[in-house]
Nanobody
Framework: QVQLVESGGGLVQAGGSLRLSCAASGRTFRQYAMGWFRQAPGKEREFVARSDWSGGSADYADSVKGRFTISRDNAKNTVYLQMNSLKPEDTAVYYC????????????????WGQGTLVTVSS
């Protein structure tokens, strides 16, 4: 099992960039696929990105393809979300998630969640 703590959120202007970090505790980090969801005010939770156990394969929501990049450093027990060309509609609380399966992330109740970090993009 792992515990997740997100950081790196903040206020940025449209077109700017942020990098979110998710630090994981526990010795079994490599056994978990890792990813990110977000929830905007008044909207449902939305899938953003997912990495496999090694970082060799990634999946992205259509809304962020070409702008966001997920990566992981297993030596540091950390997963990242590089967010470029940010838009006001990217404003949300971003949650890190972990699960031992890499499949059906949009439809399952995943095993482990972080506390969230707020990203606000101004016009």
């Amino acid at each position: 099992q792992v515990q997740l703590v997100e950081s790196g959120g903040g206020l940025v202007q449209a077109g700017g960039s942020l990098r979110l970090s998710c630090a994981a505790s526990g010795r079994t980090f490599r056994q978990y696929a890792m990813g990110w969801f977000r929830q905007a005010p008044g909207k449902e939770r939305e899938f953003v990105a997912r990495s496999d156990w090694s970082g060799g394969s990634a999946d992205y929501a259509d809304s962020v393809k070409g702008r966001f990049t997920i990566s992981r450093d297993n030596a540091k027990n950390t997963v990242y979300l590089q967010m470029n060309s940010l838009k006001p509609e990217d404003t949300a609380v971003y949650y890190c998630a972990a699960d031992r399966s890499m499949t059906a992330w949009r439809y399952r109740n995943l095993e482990v969640w972080g506390q969230g970090t707020l990203v606000t993009v101004s016009s």
